[in-house]
């Protein structure tokens, strides 16, 4: 995705679940700690797509990030 379309797909929201913290920039970087800002995460994001956080649903308004059956069942129906 390229850095247009993950600050569209994010919009408002906050930046940081969409971000893959079983990723090995995740570790390196040290996310957890010292979390990147909107901009940045979204530029890592469009560099490195394994940082974005998978599977990776949207419908309508929603966005489930992972899977969750129970969640994904609800957003089916």
């Known amino acids: 995705m390229t850095v247009q379309e993950l600050d569209s ?8 679940p ?7 920039i995740y570790r390196e970087l ?9 901009d940045e995460a979204i530029r890592l994001m469009a ?3 394994n940082l974005i956080r998978r599977p990776l ?3 309508g308004g929603e966005i489930l990030f992972g899977f ?4 994904w069942e ?3 129906s």
């Not at 969409?18 to 090995?24: A, Q, S, T, V």
């Not at 040290?30 to 909107?38: D, H, L, S």
């Not at 969750?68 to 969640?71: G, I, P, R, T």
């Open 9 to 16: 797909l994010i919009g408002k929201r906050d930046h940081l």
């Open 18 to 24: 969409f971000l893959n913290p079983r990723n090995e």
């Open 30 to 38: 040290n996310m957890k700690a010292e979390p990147p800002t909107r």
């Open 47 to 49: 560099r490195h797509p």
């Open 57 to 59: 649903l949207v419908r």
């Open 68 to 71: 969750d059956q129970a969640e």
């Open 74 to 76: 609800r957003i089916k």
